[in-house]
Structures are given as structure tokens and as C-alpha cells.
């Protein structure tokens, strides 16, 4: 990532600057502020739900003002969602990001980090006001299964809430403390961007106990009783869900930092914001694509786990209803390719000596659009009479050949591989080897893409021919090909640039403004994926609140069109941008307010 | 600024308008929870075929993996065969008790080509009563072109109705744990122990639910103590409890969710409010202990 760089960055400098310098009592308040805001959040919230549950009738399910329960947990509870990513995903990059300054000494790196940190304090409150939300609604609309629920993982609750202060506190402290611990200091404050994803990412686990103990029940009785609280904790969605939610928020997160620096780019007033906002945005878009790459493995385990767990649920996931949004699922996935290459592509305008390279561009846009139909070809999903009537089966005769995990599976490698030649390319635009093996280097390099290129296919078509168990397995040998030959290439790329001659500096901020649309178009892809995903998860358990254990008796027990889900996928995404850009034009105006009034009262 | 805002804004608008749009073009369809059937021993056969393969198209969710007469799939046998093919693979069974073990016990045996992958249809997801099973093997029975043979008895009517979980049923599980031998609830049971229809008006529902969970929590003064045994309410859910307790609240005219809303939310909440007030309180002695630090400092 950072050989990418110009050695000497035009302007490329953080624009915000150290300003102040608070002692422990000014960080210590800063983040007592926090405290007691998210208590008196809680203390509200308890006294509106006891104030409801009071005056309302004893009931299993009630509904506020006509307004359906299902659908207003559904928005809040995905909108909850959106933003704890956000807020979860973006402190690992900024770490990330912050290391890699330390370790290049490079001070842009810290004044990136520090940019995305400032990113955080609005959309932490917003969090912290949706789960809220969320906590009323379940008690007052769903009090049956919340009361279950709630007595059922007691001990987690009072966790839950020791985790939240304690992330409020260290994530504060990250933020105020960031320019006092400089130099020497730095260690510390790396400590305390540690400690920041370390309870990050036990809040996360920790809410993901509830949600994958409704898909996947475990530790309880035949009548439902608690018999082991670590067995319904550990249940067997809990971890899969966890990594990839955990990857997930992360290529999330970068999405939506990279959109963050793109409104900052096309407002941008001068060349020196220009090109700051256009490596901002390159970063994040980088962070969001190397994180989307390993998440079809995490989702493959999670899919072998719902299998295990129930192999009825796992076929009405991917074969019975739902499978038509498994075609929806492949042309967002596909598009995202698209755009993460293009933006690649139009990037690569900046850099020059990149020309070179551009003669590859169709070739690679043609294995994309291949691998994007094969992708999106159906085949094991309900159709009607008509319908099989005019393919002569369940399954057209030729196009069902590419509806299978065998051709999916090679067009999905393909796709990553594709991708990653992109961004190869794209690193050495400006640069020659000058290393007395740089040919042999090239030639191995080519000949580890082609080796896995060649496994993959050969995978892909001898899949066809063995059965099913054998098929599975073969998965595994194409996504290791393609996973060993990145680590390759890159393993031999780092030394093979080394001093290597430049052509010239990248210029930062001399991009295509529709590049940055590319950004949005990853940002809204992106988040509209994450509804769909969240609404297939949830969708799968069908009419049931706990699968198999306790049923929805409610009106909204039935499981909704594709077209009603599609709809409310997009009106949360709108309202979630529309939330997004009010942290983002605070955050914008946010000059450091705090830390400058901290810096008048000393 | 404004006008770049209202560009992205009407982007994003056109972005998730396409994915709207492909959404509206995939097949349209709402899947509703199956149907609540009532099975007694006087439900005619032909009614009961029909049930059967309403729990078998429905929620026995069979066709995810086999195949009747309306279709279905290929990953398990073909149903309409499976009667017949009793003779073939359990030749010492008759057909009913053959389709019973397969849907009971589906790995004793397995039709040969088809791995085991089958959830016992009385367990989740299915959950089938077991009159709905005996529904279900009549149904598989006049598949394969036989005569149904299954009767439901009564006792197979009575485990239907324990499974059923209906909603508040606070008196009926009181009659069903047997309560009512001991206790006179609303005019009727027996007289061993203390009336409990005015027992809520004297104790919180927390202090009932306590009660039932451990019946020596405490002693209604007046009736001797270990009369009423833990072994007495062991087999009580934490559900069936609160739907205990929820009823005998409304018989003392006081309200109380059988959700359990108000008592672990009222419990825990106080709880919780005392976490986080020392949380705060002691993140205050902090910042005194800080700001004091801070002005020695200056001092020197």
C-alpha cells in the first residue's frame, strides 16, 4: 500500500493539524462527558419502556400508531447495524492506518488516522440513540420473546453495558489523546487504539450472541429452558457470524470513509484538499476492497454452518425461497468488481508512466463481465409451470450449466484474481524494476497467475464430472490456488520494486470526478448488500422468533415478497445516508471545537 | 457545496432504485406460518389425509427435499413411493410403522443412496404433534395408493394440545401441573394448600415467580412448609411460569405481561441503573483526583 506513494507528496499533508494538547483531567472529563451521556440515554430508555409496558395492556406483540412492529424493528435494528459497523470498522483501519504511519514515519499516515477518528464521535452517538431505540421497541412491541430472551442471557446484558462504557472511554481517550501522546509517547497511544478494537470487537461478539441464538438455539431444554448458558452463547452461527461480521464491517467501514472523501473531494476549494481527499479516498476504497475479498470464504463458513446446524434451513436458504435474492446478492457483488476496478482504472490516470498498463484494461473488463453472467445465472429456484415449461425442465439446458456451485465457483475466483491484477498494475504504474532479476521476477510472477488461473478452471470443469462431497471439496483447492497465488505475487513484487526507478510522482487530486462516484457507487452497494444479507439472515428463520423453538404468532409471522423486502432494504439505505451525511457535515465543520476549547480553558 | 450534495443525493437515489427495481422482476411471493389444524379421534380419515398433506407441504417442510404428487425435490426419496416401498426395505413392518420410524427416527434406516440428513419430524423445525404425524403417514399412505391405516387416540389428541402453546394460559397450565388437586383457583380445586386467586394481591410477581422456580422460597403463614416440593414444579418452562404468574395477577386485578416485562426489566433494571451509577460516580472521584493533581501542579 504505501509503495503507491509519492516519495514527495505534493500536498498531500493531514489538514488537521495539532492544536491542542489536554492534560488528564481534560481527557478524563472528555470522557466522563461521554458517560454520562450514554447513562442518561439508558436511564431514558428504561423509563419510556417501564412508562409504556405500564400503561399498555398485557400483551404478546403490540404495534405504536398502526405502525406494523416488524417493520419499525426491522429499520431501526438494520439502521443500529449500519452505523455500529461504521463505528466498529473504522477504528481497525485507522489503527491500521496509524501503524503504518509509525512504521514509515510518514506523518500523513498519523493525519489520516486522526481523520477518520474524528469521523467517529457523531456517528458513536447515533449508534448509541438507534440501539436505544431499538432496546424500547423490543420491549414495548415484542415483550414476550424480549422477556425470554432478556432473563435467558442475563449475565450478558450487565456486560454488554461494562463493554459500552468501556469503549466510550478508550475511544475518547483515543481521540483527545492524540496529540499529546506523540514521539516517545506514541506507544501509548497505540495501546490505547488496541485497547479501542479489543472492546470493539467484544461488543460486537456480545450482540451477536442474541441474534445467532434466535437462528441457531443451543444450551437450552426441550421446553426451552436454560440448561447451558455457554451453549446457547456458543451456538453454531456465533463465530461465523462474528469473523464475518467482523470483515464485513471493516471493507464496510472503508466504504463509507472512502464516500466521505469523495463529498470532501468534489467540494474541495483547492488543489492541496484535492489531492488530500483523493489519497483519503484511494486508501478507504483499498481498505473496503481488500476486506470484501476474504469475505465469500467467511460467508462460505457460515453457510456450512447453518447446514450443520439445520439442513432444512440451510436448503430453503439457498434453494428454496430465498433464492432468487441469492441472484440479487451475485449482480450487487458483481457490480462491486466492476466498480472497484473502474475506479482502479480511472485512478491509474494520475500516475504516470500507468499508460503502459492500459492496454490490459479490456481483456480484464472481459473476464469481469464473463464471470458477472455466470455469476448471476440461477439455477436451483423456484419457478413457475410456465416457466419450466419453456426451459423443458427445472433447469434450462445450457444456461443451467452455469447455475451451479462449479461455475460460480471459478467465476468468483476469477473475479478476485481479476481484481487483484487491477490493483498490481495499478502499484507499479510509475515505477521500473531495477533489480538484476526484475525479468525472471516478471516471468514467475505471470507464470503463478497463470498456474492458478489454470486450477481454477480445471476445478471448475472437472466439478461437473464427480459427485457432489468430491465437488465440495474443490472449492477448497480453487480458493487456496487463488489466495497462494496473491501471497506470491506479492511476496515476490515487494523486492522486485525495491529502488525502483520512479517515472514520476503520483498526482494526487488529478482524477476524473467520476471516479469518485465510483466511491458512492461502492459506499451504496455496499450498504444496500449489508440490508439484503441482514434480511436473508434474519428471513431464513421464517415464521419462527427462535428457529424451531419459539414461533412468530404475531400478523407479521409471514414472510414477506421479495419485492416488500427489496423496498425496505432501500428506504433504510436512503435513511441511512441521509443520517451519514449530517455526521459527515458536522464532522466537516468539526474544526477540532473540543480540543480547542480545552486548549482556552488551560 | 449544495449542488453536490443534491447530485450524490439524486446518485444514490438512481443506485438503489436499480437494485428496487431488479427486486420487483424475481418472482413475487408471501410464505404464511402453516395452518393450526385440529386433530381429535373422531376427525374423519379423508380429513385427515387432507391435514397430512397440508403439514407435509407446509410446516413439516418435507418437499425442500422430497417429492409428492404437487412436486417438491430430489435431495431424499420420492414420497409417492414410500409407502410401498415398506415390503422392500422393512419387510418385518407394515407400511404405518414403517413411514412412523422413518419420520421418527429417520436414521434407523436409510434408503440406500440418500445420506443422513433428516431432523426427526417431532423435533425442530417441524415440531410435529403426534397426531400430526399419524396425519402425515395417512397422507403418505394414500400416496403410494393405499388405504390409511393410522388412528389418532386420545392421548395422541392430549399431546397435540400440551405442545399447542397458546398464548396466556395460565389456568390451563395450572390444571395441567396438577394445582389444582391442592389449590382453589377462582371457586374450584382443592383445598390442601392456600387459595391462590388472591395470592398476587398479597405477593409481587417476582416474589410468585421465586415461589414457583423454589417452592421454599417462602411459606404462605398457616400452611406447613415442604408440602409443596421442588420436584412438584421442575418440569414448569420460565415461559409456563410467567404465564402462571400472569394469570393469577389478573385474578387479583392487577396487571402483569406473561412476557415477564415488568418483572426482569424492573429487577434488572435496578440493577443495571446501580452498575452504571457507580460507574459514573467513581469516574467522578477520577476526574477530582485529576483536576486536584493538575492544580498541585500548577502550584509547583
Known amino acids: 500500500m504505501e509503495s503507491t506513494q509519492p516519495r514527495t507528496p505534493p500536498s498531500a499533508q493531514p489538514s488537521a493539524q495539532p492544536s491542542a494538547q489536554p492534560g488528564a483531567y481534560a481527557a478524563l472529563k472528555a470522557a466522563w462527558k461521554g458517560v454520562v451521556k450514554i447513562s442518561l440515554m439508558l436511564a431514558v430508555t428504561y423509563l419510556v419502556a417501564h412508562g409504556f409496558v405500564s400503561s399498555l395492556p398485557a400483551a404478546d406483540y403490540r404495534s405504536l400508531f398502526g405502525f406494523s412492529n416488524r417493520s419499525a424493528i426491522w429499520i431501526v435494528a438494520q439502521l443500529h447495524l449500519m452505523f455500529g459497523a461504521f463505528v466498529l470498522g473504522v477504528p481497525i483501519f485507522a489503527y491500521i492506518t496509524e501503524i503504518i504511519g509509525v512504521a514509515t514515519k510518514e506523518k500523513r499516515y498519523d493525519g489520516l488516522a486522526r481523520e477518520f477518528t474524528k469521523l467517529l464521535a457523531m456517528a458513536y452517538t447515533l449508534t448509541a440513540v438507534l440501539g436505544c431505540l431499538l432496546l424500547l421497541l423490543l420491549v414495548v412491541l415484542y415483550p414476550k420473546l424480549t422477556g425470554y430472551l432478556s432473563g435467558l442471557f442475563k449475565p450478558t446484558w450487565l456486560f454488554y453495558i461494562v463493554l459500552i462504557f468501556g469503549e466510550v472511554i478508550v475511544a475518547t481517550l483515543y481521540w483527545v489523546t492524540w496529540d499529546r501522546l506523540q514521539g516517545r509517547l506514541k506507544k501509548w497511544h497505540l495501546l490505547l487504539g488496541l485497547l479501542v478494537n479489543l472492546w470493539g470487537t467484544a461488543i460486537l461478539f456480545t450482540a451477536d450472541i442474541w441474534v445467532t441464538f434466535m437462528m441457531s438455539p443451543g444450551g437450552i431444554d426441550e421446553i426451552n429452558n436454560l440448561t447451558s448458558l455457554w451453549g446457547a452463547i456458543n451456538n453454531h452461527t456465533w463465530m461465523p457470524i462474528n469473523i464475518h461480521r467482523l470483515i464485513a464491517n471493516v471493507a464496510f467501514g472503508g466504504a463509507i470513509v472512502a464516500a466521505y472523501a469523495a463529498v470532501r473531494f468534489l467540494n474541495a476549494r483547492t488543489d492541496a484538499e484535492r489531492a488530500q481527499y483523493d489519497w483519503m479516498g484511494y486508501i478507504g476504497s483499498f481498505i473496503a476492497i481488500a476486506a470484501f475479498i476474504p469475505l465469500p470464504f467467511a460467508g462460505y463458513w457460515l453457510g456450512r454452518e447453518i447446514y450443520q446446524f439445520s439442513e432444512q434451513m440451510g436448503v430453503s436458504m439457498m434453494g428454496g425461497s430465498f433464492a432468487w435474492l441469492w441472484i440479487l446478492q451475485a449482480m450487487l457483488i458483481g457490480l462491486l468488481f466492476f466498480a472497484a476496478n473502474f475506479y482502479l482504472w480511472l485512478g491509474m490516470g494520475r500516475i504516470p508512466g500507468a499508460e503502459r498498463y492500459t492496454k490490459f484494461q479490456v481483456g480484464l473488463m472481459l473476464i469481469l463481465t464473463l464471470g458477472f453472467m455466470i455469476w448471476a445465472t440461477p439455477r436451483s429456484i423456484i419457478a413457475s409451470g410456465m416457466e419450466m415449461a419453456a426451459m423443458g425442465g427445472s433447469h434450462h439446458p445450457f444456461l443451467g450449466l452455469f447455475g451451479v456451485m462449479a461455475a460460480k465457483n471459478t467465476a468468483v475466483n476469477m473475479m478476485i484474481l481479476t481484481t487483484f491484477i487491477s490493483f498490481m498494475i495499478y502499484r507499479r504504474g510509475n515505477r521500473i524494476p531495477v533489480v538484476p532479476w526484475a525479468t525472471k521476477g516478471n516471468i514467475a510472477q505471470a507464470l503463478i497467475i497463470a498456474l492458478s488461473t489454470a486450477i481454477v478452471v480445471f476445478y471448475g470443469f472437472y466439478s461437473y464430472f464427480v459427485p457432489s462431497i468430491t465437488r465440495i471439496g474443490f472449492s477448497i483447492y480453487q480458493v487456496g490456488a487463488v489466495l497462494a497465488a496473491m501471497a506470491l505475487f506479492v511476496a515476490i513484487d515487494i523486492p522486485l520494486l525495491k529502488g525502483a526507478k520512479e517515472i514520476g510522482p503520483i498526482q494526487w487530486g488529478k482524477i476524473a470526478p467520476r471516479a469518485q462516484y465510483a466511491l458512492f457507487f461502492l459506499a451504496i452497494s455496499f450498504t444496500w448488500l449489508m440490508g439484503l444479507m441482514g434480511y436473508i439472515r434474519s428471513g431464513i428463520r421464517q415464521y419462527w422468533h427462535i428457529y424451531g423453538r419459539i414461533a412468530d404468532d404475531s400478523a407479521n409471522a409471514f414472510t414477506p415478497t421479495h419485492g416488500h423486502a427489496t423496498l425496505m432494504v432501500s428506504a433504510i439505505t436512503i435513511v441511512f445516508f441521509l443520517l451519514v451525511s449530517a455526521v459527515f457535515a458536522m464532522a466537516a465543520r468539526y474544526k477540532d471545537k473540543d480540543m480547542d476549547s480545552e486548549e482556552t480553558a488551560q | ?300
Open chain 2, 1 to 300: 457545496m449544495t449542488g453536490t450534495f443534491i447530485k450524490i443525493f439524486f446518485f444514490m437515489l438512481a443506485t438503489v432504485s436499480l437494485y428496487t427495481y431488479v427486486g420487483q422482476l424475481v418472482p413475487q411471493f408471501e410464505e404464511h406460518p402453516p395452518k393450526k389444524q385440529v386433530i381429535t379421534p373422531e376427525t374423519p380419515t379423508a380429513e385427515l389425509v387432507n391435514i397430512g398433506q397440508d403439514l407435509l407441504r407446509g410446516k413439516g417442510g418435507c418437499l425442500v427435499c422430497h417429492m409428492d404428487a404437487e412436486g417438491g425435490n430430489n435431495r431424499g426419496p420420492d414420497l409417492r413411493q414410500a409407502a410401498s416401498a415398506a415390503a422392500k426395505h422393512k419387510p418385518d413392518l407394515s407400511a404405518e410403522a414403517y413411514l412412523t420410524e422413518s419420520l421418527l427416527h429417520p436414521d434407523v434406516f436409510l434408503v440406500p443412496g440418500y445420506p443422513k440428513m433428516m431432523p426427526a419430524a417431532n423435533k425442530p423445525p417441524a415440531n410435529l404433534t403426534p397426531a400430526e404425524v399419524k396425519a402425515v403417514v395417512a397422507y403418505m399412505q394414500t400416496l403410494g395408493g393405499m388405504e390409511p391405516t393410522v388412528k389418532v387416540t386420545a392421548e395422541d389428541a392430549a399431546a397435540s394440545k400440551k405442545t399447542g402453546a397458546p398464548v396466556h394460559r395460565g389456568r390451563a397450565l395450572l390444571d395441567e401441573h396438577g394445582c389444582t388437586g391442592c389449590h382453589k383457583v377462582a371457586g374450584e380445586g382443592g383445598e390442601v394448600g392456600p387459595d391462590l386467586s388472591t395470592t398476587a394481591a398479597r405477593h409481587e410477581p417476582a416474589e410468585i415467580l421465586r415461589k414457583l422456580a423454589d417452592p421454599s422460597a417462602w411459606i404462605t403463614p398457616g400452611y406447613p412448609a415442604g408440602m409443596m416440593t421442588k420436584e412438584m414444579t421442575q418440569n414448569l418452562s420460565e415461559g409456563d411460569r410467567q404465564e402462571i404468574v400472569a394469570y393469577l395477577a389478573g385474578l387479583a386485578g392487577k396487571e402483569y405481561s406473561a412476557a415477564g416485562t415488568l418483572s426482569p426489566w424492573s429487577h434488572e433494571g435496578v440493577r443495571l441503573g446501580l452498575v452504571i451509577l457507580v460507574f459514573n460516580l467513581g469516574l467522578l472521584l477520577a476526574l477530582a483526583v485529576a483536576r486536584r493533581q493538575e492544580k498541585k501542579g500548577e502550584a509547583v
